[in-house]
């Protein structure tokens, strides 16, 4: 469906519910197309195409607010759906801090071209992408007897999606990734253990296509025959691929929706040293071709780069409209988008080096955080490193603390974001973290 067709659509919803009781509507139309194809031993396991739209409204009828959904699109089936959403809205209880954003706040139009979508994905055949994930098992395949099982995967997706409401406000955006996946498992003397490696790109002609398979079983093979260590406080350099776990719950923290619940450790603390000065990140929604580049985001909010760490002092929240006004705080956005890091200047390997005795964490394994408290429990998976120096694999290990106080054992940050995240965290180095194990 083209962006007249639906604009079109949009317009007529709006009306729809301005005529029908709505003092204000918003309306999002989501197209997309996507492709997923696993191959297993040798042969096709999984061939799946999808093709679909959806609609989206956010109805405001005198203070009362409803989101509903549907992907029946056509004019009779719309009215219908707009009456009876308006009708339940009128039931629930009034918000006075529930209506559309300030127009000024609006995205206006006329930037610059993020190139976020490679419209020619969709042009590429079937038997082209079967064939590339082919490629990506056959790299692998019966190369080693203690190979249990190899899956490839190739994936994509086009998406175009428009945002309208009853204050004039109309953006488009789009989207698109090709992707190759491999996962490995293998066969060792006290378990099977299991890794994958993974490309993603925007553009499929940049799509790297080659060495998957070679990587996952690599990083598979390395994980053979773990041991315990003993409990105790250990570095942790946190691999790149998972460091985004821990980063998770500090993000978490910094949305409205965590502060107004109380249920933020970081609530309150703006301009406040809550990290080491080894930590400093901002959220980017402008980068060319990031992964989660954005003129507006879900309201319509101009997109803005903001610091959001600066040298362990925490600058900014994730602010909508609505819980900035029940927090009496200005609106920045209420989701992310491209979480860029100040790097360091070594690699993963240089940190190794860096330490006498550490543990590199390359997965989790289960635990939590409680956002109100920041106290955190997770399991970990990884390798023990003595003297710069891998010397086995490890597992079933804990790791347990506070986010505040852990991000402030901070010791460095490396030069190596994970580009295949919106939070493109590099490997981290942390000091004294309390693991327990035998």
């Keep these: 469906m083209d962006k007249n067709a639906k604009y079109k659509i949009a317009d007529y919803v709006i009306k729809s519910a301005l005529k029908n009781g709505a003092s204000q509507v918003a309306v999002a139309i989501n197209d997309n197309s ?112 203690r190979i249990v099982s190899v899956t490839s995967t190739y994936m994509d997706q086009v998406s175009h ?6 204050n004039g406000f109309r953006g488009e955006s789009d989207n698109s990734y090709a992707g190759l996946v491999a996962e490995v498992s293998v066969k060792g003397d006290t378990g099977r253990p299991s890794d994958y490696w993974v490309e993603y790109d925007i553009f499929y002609d940049k799509l790297v296509k080659t060495g998957i398979g070679e990587k996952a079983l690599e990083r598979t093979l390395r994980k053979l025959n773990p041991k315990k260590i003993k409990s105790g406080k250990y570095n942790l350099i946190v691999d790149n691929m998972v460091a985004a776990t821990l980063l998770s719950p500090f993000i978490s923290a910094l949305f409205g929706s965590s502060l107004y619940q109380k249920n933020s450790f970081l609530d309150g603390k703006i301009n406040t040293k809550v990290a080491s000065d080894k930590l400093s990140f901002i959220d980017d929604p402008l980068i060319i071709s990031g992964l989660s580049s954005r003129h507006f985001d879900n309201e319509g909010l101009k997109a803005i780069k903001r610091t959001v760490v600066e040298k362990g002092f925490l600058r900014n929240y994730f602010i909508n409209t609505y819980y900035g006004r029940k927090l009496d705080l200005p609106p920045t956005s209420g989701n992310i ?40 429990s997770y399991g970990i998976e990884g390798f023990l490193v003595q003297n710069g120096e891998i010397i086995h694999p490890v597992s079933e290990m804990n790791i347990t603390g506070n986010m505040n106080d852990f991000w402030n054992t901070l010791a460095a940050v490396g030069n190596d974001p994970y580009p295949y995240n919106s939070m493109q965290t590099p490997s981290l180095l942390f000091e004294n973290t309390d693991v327990s194990g035998m």
Aim: aromatic content about 8%.
């Design 34 to 145: 996507s492709r997923r194809i696993e191959i297993r031993e040798q042969k096709i396991d999984r061939l799946q195409e999808s093709i679909g739209n959806s609609l989206s409204v956010d109805f405001y009828v005198d203070r009362k607010f409803s989101s509903h959904s549907t992907n029946l699109l056509k004019d009779k089936e719309l009215e219908k759906f707009v009456k009876e959403a308006i009708e339940a809205t009128k039931y629930l209880s009034e918000d006075e801090f529930r209506y559309l954003p300030e127009e000024e706040l609006y995205y206006k139009g006329g930037a610059e071209d993020l190139r976020t979508i490679d419209p020619d994905i969709i042009k590429i055949d079937s038997k082209t992408k079967i064939d590339l994930a082919r490629q990506v098992e056959n790299e692998v395949f019966g190369t080693d007897e």
């Design 161 to 166: 999606m428009i945002l309208a409401d009853s």
């Design 337 to 376: 988008s491209n979480i860029i890091f100040q790097n360091g200047t070594l690699d993963q390997n240089g940190l190794l080096k860096s330490v006498n005795k550490a543990i590199l964490v390359t997965g989790f394994n289960g635990g939590n955080c409680n956002g109100a408290t920041g106290d955190f």
